[in-house]
């Protein structure tokens, strides 16, 4: 596998590479268009001032050779040339003492050679490097009646000062420092990549646990915290789908071990009439609890998917709770309670299926949790720009604690152990209302009723 450690660093070297190369073109080409000339320049004027000195300095042969010597010392190789081609070197000797064609004018024609200018050939500023004869500048002078020519050119490994030293050891420390400082980085940045690998591993195997500790304040803190928000939000997700399905097994498992066990007693041949009734009436009613708890989770399932195909359609709101009412007309006499409604005329625009499930929970929760001889009020206000429901029952209220888990699923409140029912009639509510665009509040005082108030927005609704 490519890692992503050795790209960056393959990357980095090859950064430094193409950089070392391009920075050698630009000085090559600063030589070739400025310091070439200029040293030229320079050279030759060094060797015009040797050749002014000794021809006007009446220099014995020992003189001559001494000032020469001494010329050398100061950082220059020098070679002298007579017109019969006879040479003199002084300083450190040249690696090619081959004498240049060209150089012949400076003793045939008083010319001056300049033998830079003749390293076309050469590749960059190497040429300029060259311990040769041929690299250096020569120009004519006269002694005891003589012609010769003096070539001379800097002695680079004299020239090579306590700076230069400085400066390669500079060059090769930012080098240095630059390599070992671009690993160390791709070493920072990939670590927490590979914790972030290791730690998918670990959801993808449901460990949730696995702690991710990358403090940093860049783009990969940002991912680190955003993927510990994901590890902690899939946690809470896995525990709700465990809870979820231990609520519903434990749903289904009573009922149906209740219908098991009194359909056995039933069996028995000389059971009084009255038990048979009684244990009928149980295992009907188990029944109907298990088929309501499937009814639920059907709908739960299916508005869970969140591409709930509604049937939206347009019906009057206030027509639709006073046939819920009248559904519930038995159960309400049964338990002496009694209902008033004032319900103004709206014209609604939404899934009428959907709504009735909202209207049919709130109507059976406000009786189920009433006391007896109790009251029920419900009221449908229109505004401008909404339209209010309310349910509001004199019955055992909520304690505050309750309020926030009221429309969790599977939550039933202590006192509604003992009625029948799912704990997912609240939250079918919820999700409905929450598809009509709407919310739902709930105003409750212990042993003084709740009052459950419905809010769907106006731009679906037209008023009669
Ligand atoms: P359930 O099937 O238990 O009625 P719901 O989701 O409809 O499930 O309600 C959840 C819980 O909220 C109930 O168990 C009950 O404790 C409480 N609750 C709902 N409506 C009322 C109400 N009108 N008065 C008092 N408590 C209520």
Redesign the pocket.
């Known amino acids: 596998m490519k890692t992503l450690y050795r790209q960056f660093t393959v990357a980095t070297l090859f950064i430094l590479a193409i950089s070392i190369l391009i920075g050698f073109t630009i000085a090559n080409i600063f030589y070739i268009t400025v310091t070439k000339e200029e040293t030229i320049e320079q050279n030759v004027g060094i060797a015009q001032e040797i050749v002014a000195t000794v021809q006007n300095v009446p220099y014995s042969d020992e003189g001559f050779d001494g000032y020469m010597q001494a010329v050398a010392k100061l950082g220059y190789q020098i070679a002298l040339v007579d017109s019969s081609g006879n040479m003199k070197f002084f300083g450190e000797p040249f690696d090619d003492t081959s004498f240049p064609d060209e150089a012949e004018r400076v003793l045939t024609e008083n010319g001056t050679y300049t033998g830079l200018d003749s390293f076309t050939d050469q590749i960059f500023m190497i040429g300029h490097f060259t311990n040769e004869l041929h690299n250096t500048v020569g120009v004519p002078f006269e002694r005891n009646g003589e012609n010769y020519g003096l070539f001379i050119r800097p002695d680079t490994k004299l020239l090579g000062t306590d700076i230069h030293s400085v400066l390669i050891g500079f060059v090769v420390a930012i080098g240095l420092v630059s390599i070992i400082g671009m690993i160390w980085l791709a070493r920072q940045l990939t670590r927490p990549i590979v914790q972030l690998t290791e730690a998918t591993k670990h959801i993808a195997r449901e460990n949730y646990n696995y702690p991710l500790d990358i403090q940093r304040n860049d783009e990969i803190g940002q991912l680190s915290e955003s993927f510990n928000l994901m590890q902690t939000q899939l946690k809470q997700n896995d525990l709700a789908r465990k809870s979820f399905i231990s609520n519903v097994s434990h749903d289904f498992q009573s009922p149906l071990m209740n219908i098991q066990g009194y359909a056995d007693l039933l069996k028995s041949p000389d059971l009084p009439d009255d038990d048979r009734l009684a244990y009928t009436s149980i295992i009907d009613q188990e029944a109907k609890r298990l088929s309501s708890l499937t009814r639920q989770l059907l709908l739960l399932t299916s508005l869970d998917q969140g591409a709930y195909p509604m049937k939206t359609e347009e019906f009057q709101l206030d027509e639709q709770l006073k046939a819920v009412v009248r559904k519930y007309r038995w159960r309400l006499e049964e338990q002496d309670i009694h209902l008033s409604y004032s319900l103004a005329p709206v014209l609604f625009r939404g899934d009428a299926e959907l709504l009735d499930n909202v209207w049919d ?2 109507l ?3 009786i ?3 006391k007896p001889d109790g009251n029920i009020e419900i009221a449908l206000q229109s505004h401008d720009d909404k339209i209010t429901v309310s ?1 509001k ?1 004199s ?4 304690p505050e604690h ?1 309020i926030p ?13 003992k ?11 919820e999700q409905i209302i929450t598809l009509h665009h709407g919310h739902i509040e ?1 105003n ?1 005082n212990v042993g003084e ?2 009052e ?1 108030i419905l809010t769907l927005p106006h731009p679906d609704m037209i008023q009669t």
């Open positions: 929970n709130l059976t929760n406000a189920k949790y009433n349910f029952d019955g055992a209220g909520i309750a888990q009221l429309f969790d699923r599977f939550y039933r409140g202590d006192a509604a152990r009625k029948d029912g799912t704990g997912l009639g609240l939250s079918i509510v709930v409750s009723g709740s459950f």
